[in-house]
Every structure is written in structure tokens, then in C-alpha cells.
């Protein structure tokens, strides 16, 4: 290159040749960096955005095998929540009317005490373990408590993707489409249902944000932001006003709630008005005098709950911190140069690569330990559950006796105010899916208030009544004499500023 400027100085002709070689490695060069430029460029988006549009997207692209297209590892992990664990699965011999080979465990022949619980109820004939995501609509289906009662359509609000079935029943207006579902009945309803919850229930097609597209939890979370526990916030609208992280954990509890379903309408509705706690559902079912049903054996009149996971998490220290049901369900994975998150919903304990994808990205530990530590919240928990359990047994078999002795009629509808109570506590943490571990510390709280109230029924079958744990002691408070003065305040100051404990 040094001799092309003495070349040129001299103002001769240019040379061809020499320019046409400059010209070709200047365009070699030049690929070489664009090269390079273009792969850190891809790289970088790749992380951030993993796909090529294969296919456009729209608000009716309802199946996942589309969106998989232009998301296949996503797409690979949404397929793989059919997998179940072997020592999870119930072998069976397919029928004419159940074609299933595998099915989840029964929780009823695990536990017979739930059977008495739930006297007089569907959940008594068959009740079973949860499973992944891809089985929602089929075990929904064939449970015996859809074949063997009526059901509304309503049911199918958190057990198959919906944009779809809402679109077809409503015309085009999903708030029409779901009115129209909730109330049909479940036989017909089912029919224009195709997948499980699918890409288009949680996200938008046009920018794949979350979103949420569940009415029940847009209504839900909107009267709890607005009450006092959760921040006084007027017309919170969940889709423009909840942050990202919040979002991480929202699209799950448009289903892993407790709910009921209101009026002639079926309308799915959370019980949210005064809070998360189960005491404030409580307190909510209370005020608009609902049941689910009347204990066949006893005659209380009393209330199922269901798998209500994001209010007890919302009770705990990781909720507190911030952490989210994705954070711990749905970790991100390494896949090639992208950071994708794992679509295979699915217990973060199941494999010691899935406890490191999730507990040690926050807990620098070792896996063992973070299985030590679950094992031990497991273990306190079937404890103390079954203090709880055995108590509500006992409550339920005293009424019985009770009526058969023709006790007070006051007397057992006293009892029966308990056995509501201890039994939607008892329902409520049995159904609740992560045994404990969600909110290890409040698990325990309330089944000791389970405890309480069925101990307390079986002592009004008696004719002896307490005052509320909660309330005040009935002693004659002593009258106050303040101390000599003196420069340190005393170390047994009367605690008497303290508030109640117990909502
Ligand atoms: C608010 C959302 C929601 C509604 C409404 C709902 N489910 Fe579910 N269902 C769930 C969730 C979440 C699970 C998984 C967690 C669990 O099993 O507790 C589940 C699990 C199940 C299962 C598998 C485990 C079991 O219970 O045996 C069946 C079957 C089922 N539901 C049937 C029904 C029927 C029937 C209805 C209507 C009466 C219904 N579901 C309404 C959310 C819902
Ligand atoms: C449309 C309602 C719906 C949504 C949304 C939903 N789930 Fe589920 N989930 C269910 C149902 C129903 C089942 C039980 C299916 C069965 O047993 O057939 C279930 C099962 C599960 C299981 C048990 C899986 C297993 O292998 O045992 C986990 C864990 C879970 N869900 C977590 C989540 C998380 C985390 C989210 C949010 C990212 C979420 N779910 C969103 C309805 C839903
Ligand atoms: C800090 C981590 C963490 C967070 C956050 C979390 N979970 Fe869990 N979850 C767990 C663990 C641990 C278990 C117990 C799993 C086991 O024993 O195999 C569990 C169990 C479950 C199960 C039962 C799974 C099964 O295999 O039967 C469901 C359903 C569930 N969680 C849903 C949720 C939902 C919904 C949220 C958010 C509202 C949430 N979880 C938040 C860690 C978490
Ligand atoms: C139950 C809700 C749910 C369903 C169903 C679901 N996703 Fe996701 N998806 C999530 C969550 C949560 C994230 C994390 C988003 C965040 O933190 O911003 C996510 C993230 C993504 C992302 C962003 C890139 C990444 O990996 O983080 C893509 C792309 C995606 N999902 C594609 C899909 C496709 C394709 C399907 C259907 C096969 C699907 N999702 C089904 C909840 C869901
Ligand atoms: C995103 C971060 C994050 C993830 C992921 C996470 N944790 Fe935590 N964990 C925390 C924080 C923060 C605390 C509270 C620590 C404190 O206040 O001292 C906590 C507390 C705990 C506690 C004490 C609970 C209590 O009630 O006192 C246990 C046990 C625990 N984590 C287990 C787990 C397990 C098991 C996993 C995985 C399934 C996990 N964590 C995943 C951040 C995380």
C-alpha cells in the first residue's frame, strides 16, 4: 500500500489495476464488519425479541400451533406441560366414555377426612391432584363432578383458552360472548371450546405484551385495589395501569383463585371486595349470605373453597419482596445467545436444574438445601393441617351426635357457625396447591384459627361459650398506678396500644 501514494504523487495516469484491487479488499473489508455488525446486532435482538415473523398474528389466531411458528421454543415448552412426573401419574384402562390412560392421583382416597368435609357436595365423589396445563379442558370434562351433575358453562372460564369460544358465542362482542357462556349449560358450552389456555389468553398478538383477558379478574382486582388493604386506588384497569412485574404474576391469578358464581347469570366473580385474606372472603360471604351447600351430615349451611394460590401467596414474604408466580414457574432459560422464558408451567422442585433456573437465582445456596428447606415448610404444614383436619372431624361427628340426642336447636346452630368457619379455613389451605410453601407463617396462623373455632363448636354443643380470641380479656382491667419516675422506661410497660391480632 505504501507505494500507491509515491505512485500517485507523481500525477501519472491512474492505474486500473491497482484501483480495482484497492476497491475489492475496501469491499471485503467492509462485508467483514458488516458481518460482524450484523451478527452482535442479531445477537442483541435476538435477545430481547427471539423469533422471526413467519406468520402475522391477529385477535384470531386462536391456535397455539400458529403462534409456535414464530415462538418454537416457547411454543416446545407450552407443549411440554403435558409431561408428568412418573411417581405423579394414575395408570387407568381407557373407557368408552374416559379414552384417558394416565390420570392425576385422587386426593379423596389420599385423605377420607376431605369426604366428610365435603357431605352433600360434588367435590365428595371425585376430587383429585392438579396437573399440567395441557389436560385443563380434557380432566374438566371427564371428572365425575361435570358427568354426574349439572354444570354451568361458567366452569370453563379457567380451563380452556377463550378469546375464541367468547368471539364465536358473542358475534364479535366478547362481553356478550361471555354473559352467553357463563350461563349455558356446561355440556353445550364445552363444545366450542378447543384448546387449553393458549398464547392468545395471556398475551397481545400485536405486541405480545402480557395481558390479562379474564373479566372475573379485571373486576376482582379492581374492587381490591380500591379497598382499604389494597391501597385505596379508584378504576384500577388492570391491562393499562398494572406494572410488567405485576403482570408476571396477574396472569395467573385470572384462575388460581377462589371464586364463586354469582346470581342466575353464573357470572364468575372473585370475592375480593375487602381484601386477600381468607378471613376478608370470609367476612365477604358472610355480608352477601352465601353458601355452597348444606353439610349433609350435620345441616350447616357452608362454603367450598378453591385452589385460592394467589391470595395465600400474596400473604408471604416472597410476594412482599416483589418476586412473582413466574419468577418461580416460569424461570428464564439460557437458549443459545437468547434468554427465553420456560413456557413448561410446572413445579420449580421437580429436577435439580429447575430448582438452580429459579430458588438460586435469588438464594445463593445449594440445591439440597433449597429442597431441605421446602421439605421442612412441607412437613410443618401436614402438622398442623392435621391438628386442624382431625378437629373439624371431631366438631362434624359431635353435631351429628348432638342432633341425634336432641340437643338445643340453639345450641347446634351455634356449632354450626363454627364448623363454617374451621371448614372454609381447613377447604381453603387443603385447596390452596403449594402445601405451605406459599406463605409458610400465615398457612399455619389460619389452621390454628381452624383449630379454635372447631374446638369452640364442640364446646357450644355443651353450653359453654368464650369470648372471640380476639377480643380483649374479661378480667377487670387493675387500676393504673403510674410508677416512681424514673429515667428508663420500664421493660414491662402494659402492652395496651397493641391492636387486635386477629381480623
Ligand atoms: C377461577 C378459575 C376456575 C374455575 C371457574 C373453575 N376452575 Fe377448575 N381448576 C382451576 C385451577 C386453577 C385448577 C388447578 C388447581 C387445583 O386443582 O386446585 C383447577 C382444577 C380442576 C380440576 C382438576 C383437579 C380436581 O379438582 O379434580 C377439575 C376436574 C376442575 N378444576 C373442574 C372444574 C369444574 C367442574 C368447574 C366448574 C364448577 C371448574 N373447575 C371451575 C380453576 C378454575
Ligand atoms: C386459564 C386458567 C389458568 C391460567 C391462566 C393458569 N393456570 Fe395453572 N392451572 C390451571 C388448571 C385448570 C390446572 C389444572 C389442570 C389439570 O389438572 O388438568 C393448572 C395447573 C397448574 C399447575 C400444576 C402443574 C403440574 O404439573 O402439576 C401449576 C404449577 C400451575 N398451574 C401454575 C400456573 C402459573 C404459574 C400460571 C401463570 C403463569 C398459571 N398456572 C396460569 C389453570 C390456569
Ligand atoms: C418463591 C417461589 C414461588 C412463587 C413466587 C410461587 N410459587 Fe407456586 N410453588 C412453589 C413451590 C416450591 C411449590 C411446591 C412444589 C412442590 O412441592 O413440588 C409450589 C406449588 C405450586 C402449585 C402446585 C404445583 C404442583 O405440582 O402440584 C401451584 C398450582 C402453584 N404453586 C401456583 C403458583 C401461583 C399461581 C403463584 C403466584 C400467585 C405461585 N405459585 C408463586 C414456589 C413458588
Ligand atoms: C399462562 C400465561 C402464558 C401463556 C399461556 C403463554 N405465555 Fe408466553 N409468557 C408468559 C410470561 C409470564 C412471560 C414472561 C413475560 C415478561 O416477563 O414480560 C412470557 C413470555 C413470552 C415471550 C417473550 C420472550 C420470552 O421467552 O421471555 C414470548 C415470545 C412468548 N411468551 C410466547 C408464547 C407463546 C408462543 C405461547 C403459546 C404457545 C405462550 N407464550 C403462552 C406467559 C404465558
Ligand atoms: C426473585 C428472587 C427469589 C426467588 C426466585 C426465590 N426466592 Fe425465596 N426468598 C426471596 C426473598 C427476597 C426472601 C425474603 C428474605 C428475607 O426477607 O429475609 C425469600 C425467602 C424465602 C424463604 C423463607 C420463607 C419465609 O416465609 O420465611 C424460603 C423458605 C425461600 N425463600 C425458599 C425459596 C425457594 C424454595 C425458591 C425456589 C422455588 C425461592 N425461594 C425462590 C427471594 C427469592
Known amino acids: 500500500m505504501s507505494t500507491s501514494t509515491t505512485e500517485k504523487v507523481g ?203 379474564r373479566p372475573a379478574f379485571i373486576e376482582g382486582i379492581k374492587e381490591y385495589k380500591a379497598s382499604e388493604a389494597g391501597g385505596s386506588v379508584a378504576n384500577f384497569d388492570v391491562n393499562t395501569m398494572a406494572s410488567a412485574k405485576e403482570m408476571r404474576t396477574y396472569v395467573c391469578a385470572q384462575c388460581h383463585v377462589e371464586y364463586y358464581f354469582a346470581g342466575d347469570e353464573k357470572t364468575l366473580t372473585f370475592p375480593w371486595e375487602k381484601g386477600l385474606t381468607v378471613n376478608d372472603a370470609m367476612a365477604y360471604y358472610d355480608e352477601i349470605g352465601w353458601s355452597d351447600f348444606t353439610h349433609k351430615l350435620t345441616g350447616a349451611p357452608v362454603i367450598k373453597a378453591q385452589h385460592p394460590d394467589f391470595e395465600t401467596f400474596s400473604q408471604g414474604v416472597h410476594a412482599s419482596a416483589g418476586v412473582t408466580c413466574a419468577d418461580c414457574h416460569m424461570p428464564y432459560k439460557r437458549e443459545g445467545a437468547a434468554k427465553i422464558t420456560d413456557h413448561q408451567v410446572a413445579s420449580p422442585m421437580r429436577t435439580n436444574e429447575t430448582i438452580n433456573t429459579t430458588c438460586l437465582t435469588c438464594h445463593r445456596t445449594s440445591e439440597e438445601e433449597m429442597r431441605a428447606r421446602v421439605d421442612t415448610i412441607h412437613n410443618r404444614y401436614e402438622e398442623t393441617k392435621n391438628t386442624a383436619f382431625d378437629a373439624l372431624d371431631q366438631l362434624i361427628a359431635d353435631i351429628v351426635k348432638a342432633r341425634e340426642n336432641g340437643t338445643d336447636q340453639a345450641r347446634i346452630e351455634e356449632a354450626w357457625a363454627y364448623q363454617r368457619q374451621a371448614q372454609f379455613i381447613v377447604d381453603y389451605v387443603t385447596s390452596e396447591n403449594s402445601r405451605g410453601f406459599h406463605a409458610p407463617a400465615y398457612t399455619n396462623q389460619i389452621l390454628n384459627q381452624a383449630t379454635d373455632a372447631a374446638r369452640r363448636g364442640q364446646l357450644a354443643l355443651l353450653g359453654q361459650t368464650y369470648p372471640p380470641a380476639s377480643a380483649p380479656s374479661p378480667a377487670p382491667v387493675p387500676e393504673y398506678t403510674p410508677p416512681p419516675a424514673s429515667p428508663t422506661p420500664s421493660p414491662q410497660a402494659p402492652e395496651t396500644a397493641s391492636a387486635p391480632t386477629t381480623p
Open 11 to 213: 500525477g501519472r495516469k491512474p492505474r486500473w489495476g491497482f484501483i480495482a484491487t484497492v476497491l475489492v479488499l475496501g469491499a471485503v473489508v467492509a462485508v467483514g464488519v458488516l458481518a460482524l455488525l450484523v451478527d452482535i446486532f442479531t445477537k442483541r435482538t435476538e435477545a430481547q425479541q427471539p423469533y422471526f415473523q413467519v406468520v402475522q398474528l391477529t385477535d384470531t389466531t386462536y391456535d397455539p400451533a400458529v403462534w409456535g411458528q414464530n415462538f418454537p421454543l416457547q411454543y416446545e415448552g407450552w407443549l411440554k406441560t403435558q409431561e408428568m412426573p412418573a411417581d405423579e401419574q394414575l395408570l387407568r384402562t381407557p373407557t368408552a366414555d374416559d379414552p384417558r390412560t394416565v390420570m392425576a392421583k385422587s386426593k379423596l382416597e389420599a385423605d377420607p377426612r376431605l369426604v366428610t368435609m365435603w357431605q352433600g357436595y360434588a367435590f365428595s365423589v371425585e376430587y383429585n391432584e392438579p396437573r399440567g396445563h395441557m389436560y385443563m379442558l380434557e380432566d374438566q370434562r371427564l371428572v365425575k363432578r361435570v358427568t354426574m351433575f349439572k354444570q354451568p358453562g361458567a366452569c370453563l372460564n379457567c380451563h380452556a383458552s377463550l378469546p375464541e369460544v367468547v368471539n364465536t358465542l358473542g358475534n364479535g362482542d366478547a362481553a356478550a360472548g361471555w354473559a352467553a357462556m357463563n350461563k349455558m349449560p356446561y355440556s353445550e358450552a364445552t363444545t366450542y371450546a378447543q384448546h387449553p389456555v393458549g398464547c392468545i389468553d395471556c398475551h397481545d398478538p400485536a405486541t405480545m405484551k402480557l395481558r390479562v383477558t
